[in-house]
């Protein structure tokens, strides 16, 4: 099993960057597939982007393709999702999930998750 904990959120203006970060405990987080969601106010959670446990393959949402991208440093046990070109449309609380196999972009597959981090874009 793996613990998770994301920061990095905060205010930022249209058109600004953020990077999320997201801190993994456990002793096999180099073999986790790892993902970003996120939920907006009266909205369902959806997924934003995950990457495999080598880093090598990515998979984004249609909304964030471009602007988005994730990353992660297993020697850190860390996950990234760096946001750039943000717009008001992508304030949420962000998610940072995990999942024990090999493949990615299957949203249904994630089974740990993290408490959140909000991420405001005033316009």
């Known amino acids: 099993q793996v613990q998770l904990v994301e920061s990095g959120g905060g205010l930022v203006q249209t058109g600004g960057s953020l990077r999320l970060s997201c801190a993994a405990s456990g002793r096999i987080f180099s073999t986790y597939t790892m993902g970003w969601f996120r939920q907006a106010p009266g909205k369902e959670r959806e997924f934003v982007a995950a990457v495999n446990w080598s880093g090598g393959i990515t998979a984004y949402a249609d909304s964030v393709k471009g602007r988005f991208t994730i990353s992660r440093d297993n020697a850190k046990s860390t996950v990234y999702l760096q946001m750039n070109s943000l717009k008001p449309e992508d304030t949420a609380v962000y998610y940072c999930?995990?999942?024990?196999?090999?493949?990615?972009?299957?949203?249904?597959?994630?089974?740990?998750w993290g408490q959140g981090t909000q991420v405001t874009v005033s316009s």
């Open positions: 999930a995990g999942h024990e196999s090999s493949i990615v972009g299957v949203p249904t597959l994630f089974r740990y």
